[in-house]
């Protein structure tokens, strides 16, 4: 038994074919066809057409749904999406100086700069004993630094690596520096790289007669290129009888529609899903396993990420992503300036009386409170009309962070939100 919940009339003319419009029904009106949840009712006279408008209804259905889908699905390689277990980048660390600064390098008053200096002098031959002597020398065109860098799966020795430079100390620029030879570290303790080079700066710094001007981080660099690879990490593929592909974002049903697209591009079924995150694939003996990572690392899933809020409270950046989806909801939202005024005066005692010169602070408090401005969000509002209506209040990029994070906690705001 069928129950309807809405009934369609289709009615015709003499002149028209089937039309949605709201027509008087004809008296001949005797049968129905029932489809799920839809009766519709026709004329006897035109029944020979009933089975091309049924179909036009069903398909506006099916596309409808499929729209309704597709804002949730997008299509990405898996490449793009996951990664292969085993197969990552490491991280390198260094020490090391920074030579040929113009007076911006560490003052004297930073200790370890001086005792660098002198153990690379001692490595090159130079002598130097710590006393008095040496404890005057100046380091102002020297800095100590830390070298960090990335080597990446498969490197081997002799690629080159881009490295980033940062002061240890106090200096106040690097501007002009050039790296000395630095060893770079792994987790183990080993080297596995080399780095030296000029460096390259995104902002400089000047300071004369007290007054200073900046521009971006003076303090920290790359060098293009600057670090050679001396040992390669050891991985071979060869002997491997399972490959495990990680997700980026875990996700059931991405995995699952990743590890169905894994066997149907295969032909085989040789992956199946482990968890939200990870998707087994089993290697034959002998196989080419390159050759099999290139096949599934090309091969294009439909993915569904989550609808994610990121915010930076530090830059007051805002990033809303297209799929997050907003619920009704009222927001008044007001403002409280609280003014804390110090000012210092001179009491002095009247002439020829026997006080002394006081200095005496006021202390003035003052509030302002702001009035609330409104808004209104109805069911099906998207994040375009949120941001149309925080603009037209004047709201804050830290405003809209605070809002937001009230949006969150009131269970309006559908996404995850992230704070940076």
């Avoid at 599934?296 to 989550?306: K, M, T, Y």
Wanted: charged fraction near 20%.
């Amino acid at each position: 038994m069928t129950t309807p919940i809405a009934r369609i009339r289709l009615s015709a003319s003499w002149k028209n074919c089937w039309s949605f419009k709201r027509m008087p029904i004809f008296e001949e009106i005797t049968e129905e066809v029932i489809v799920p949840r839809i009766i519709l009712r026709y004329p006897r006279r035109f029944a020979m057409n009933w089975a091309a408008l049924l179909a036009l209804v069903c398909f506006s259905i099916g596309a409808a749904a499929l729209t309704a889908s597709s804002v949730e699905m997008r299509r990405a390689r898996v490449k793009d999406v996951a990664t292969v277990e085993g197969i990552r980048d490491n991280q390198l660390v260094g020490y090391g100086i920074v030579v040929g600064l113009r007076g911006t390098g560490d003052s004297s008053q930073t200790i370890f700069p001086l005792q660098t200096l002198i153990s690379t002098l001692e490595r090159m031959g130079v002598n130097l004993t710590q006393n008095s002597t040496t404890s005057s020398l100046r380091v102002q065109n020297m800095a100590a630094v830390f070298i960090a860098a990335t080597l990446p799966p498969f490197a081997q020795p002799g690629n080159k690596l881009d490295v980033t430079v940062s002061s240890a100390g106090d200096a106040r620029s690097l501007e002009g520096g050039l790296l000395l030879m630095t060893p770079l570290y792994g987790p183990d303790g080993q080297i596995y790289a080399q780095a030296q080079g000029p460096m390259v700066l995104g902002g400089y710094s000047v300071t004369s007669n007290g007054n200073n001007r900046a521009l971006n981080h003076p303090t920290t660099g790359r060098v293009p290129s600057g670090g050679i690879v001396e040992r390669a990490v050891p991985l071979d593929l060869t002997h491997m009888r399972k490959l495990f592909i990680l997700l980026n974002d875990p996700d059931f049903r991405t995995a699952e529609l990743m590890a169905a697209a894994i066997d149907k591009q295969l032909n085989r079924s040789i992956a199946h899903t482990v968890d939200s995150r990870r998707i087994e694939v089993d290697c034959d003996p002998g196989e080419d396993i390159p050759e099999l990572l290139a096949r599934i690392e090309a091969i294009e899933v439909d993915v569904f990420p989550r609808a994610k809020v990121v915010v930076n409270e530090r830059t007051g950046t805002v990033v809303i992503g297209g799929d997050v989806r907003l619920q009704p909801v009222s927001i008044l939202h007001g403002g409280l300036v609280v003014n804390v005024i110090s000012q210092v005066e001179v009491s002095q005692p009247n002439p020829f009386a026997s006080g002394t010169t006081q200095v005496v602070t006021q202390t003035t408090v003052q509030a302002q409170d702001k009035p609330a401005n409104k808004i209104e969000l109805r069911a099906g509002a998207t994040v375009d009309d949120l941001v149309q209506s925080l603009q037209e209040i004047g709201a804050t990029a830290r405003d809209v962070i605070s809002i937001l994070q009230a949006m969150k906690e009131a269970q309006a705001l559908e996404a995850e939100l992230e704070v940076m």
